[in-house]
């Protein structure tokens, strides 16, 4: 053998073992294509099935706002239309209101001009009881008075019959000595004269009358007129007072023509005139001086 | 190993197998490389020539 074909052998060798080591290195190291295009294939049908997918959902979400836009349309008219009735309500409410506010501007007037004619009664209803007080005592004197008035007169009673008691006995003696006198003077044929004898008589005696209260008293119809009308404090005056019978709490018609315009509540009486509360029947009609009051119609 | 015919009378050496060791060494690698290209190619694309 050739030294040409040692070398030959050794090259060959050595170019072998190199070769062989690349190719399997190479062959080592490369990528599976066929793994890489069988995940790309896969991976593009998922794709497309999702994009199927995704524009499915996108058709049924534009159906679906479609329909949320119409119910939303719809809801947008019916909130307008409701909006509208609301506004109309509130004009309505706050017209309501302003009235009530009016209302109760007025009925606190009513209430203050109310307040001050309960303070003006409240002073005469206090009035008036001091002087119910006053005459309560003045009836207490006058009933003690009386009393001792009745006790004097029946003492002078018992001492008057004391007297008849001596007057009679008086003209019994004088009786007795006048038949003797006229016994004594027949013998002469003269008569004595008779006195006029002034004693009441015998069984007849004087009893004190007693002092019974009275029952009930008769309704008696009252007239008279109205001199003057404060209808500020409801207040009304008339013409006949405690000297005409009229007493507090006693109710007279206010009569005008052949309507009664109202009734007055008396709660104050003087000897010529009272004064009392109007109550209004007739809507519109107020008492006013002149009127005729009755206590019956 | 050598063709070459010894001249006669010539001194006879006795055949070297060491390069017919380096020649099998030689194939040896050539086959494995070969059996193991074919392997990972039928491995990888199920088969060893054309294209899957």
């Known amino acids: 053998m050739s030294t040409l074909t040692k070398v030959l052998i050794v090259l060959l060798t050595v170019f072998s073992i190199f070769l062989c080591g690349i190719v399997v290195t190479y062959v080592a190291s490369a990528n599976n294509y066929k793994k890489d295009a069988d995940d790309a294939r896969r991976s593009n049908q998922i794709s497309k099935s999702r994009e199927a997918d995704a524009l499915q959902q996108l058709e049924d979400k534009k159906k679906q706002a479609e ?19 609301l506004q109309g309500e509130l004009d309505m409410v706050k017209r309501e209101k302003d009235q009530l506010v009016q209302k109760v501007a007025s009925m606190a007037a009513a209430v203050e001009t109310t307040t001050a004619a309960a303070r003006q009664q409240t002073t005469l209803f206090e009035t008036a009881q001091q002087e119910v007080q006053n005459l309560r005592a003045e009836q207490t004197n006058r009933k003690k008075e009386l009393d001792e008035t009745n006790q004097i007169l029946l003492e002078k009673l018992a001492l008057i019959a ?25 013998q002469y044929g003269r008569v004595a004269m008779r006195p006029a004898t002034t ?31 404060d209808m500020g ?65 | 190993m050598s063709p070459m ?4 009378g010539a001194k006879i050496a006795p055949p070297s197998n060491l390069y017919t060791v380096i020649l099998a060494v030689a194939v040896g690698v050539v086959l494995a490389t070969a059996a193991y290209v074919t392997f990972a ?11 899957p």
């Open chain 1, 67 to 85: 329909d949320e836009k119409a119910k939303l349309n719809e809801q947008i008219l019916a909130l307008d239309t409701q909006t509208k009735n």
């Open chain 1, 233 to 297: 404090s409801k207040l009304a005056e008339i013409s006949i007072g405690a000297a005409a019978g009229v007493r507090p709490q006693m109710k007279f018609h206010v009569i005008r023509g052949e309507i009664v315009v109202a009734d007055v509540l008396i709660f104050e009486t003087s000897p010529d005139k009272a004064v009392g509360s109007v109550v209004l029947i007739q809507q519109g009609m107020e008492p006013r001086a002149g009127d005729r009051v009755a206590t019956n119609l």
């Open chain 1, 199 to 229: 004693v009441a008589p015998a069984g007849t005696t004087v009893q004190p009358m007693a002092l019974a209260p009275t029952g009930q008293t008769r309704m008696i119809s009252l007239n008279g007129q109205v001199t003057a009308v």
């Open chain 1, 162 to 186: 004391q007297l008849e008691t001596r007057v009679r006995q008086l003209t019994e003696q004088y009786q007795e000595a006048e038949s003797r006198l006229n016994q004594y003077l027949q």
């Open chain 2, 5 to 8: 015919p010894q001249a006669r």
């Open chain 2, 41 to 51: 190619c039928y491995s990888r694309y199920a088969t060893i020539f054309g294209l």
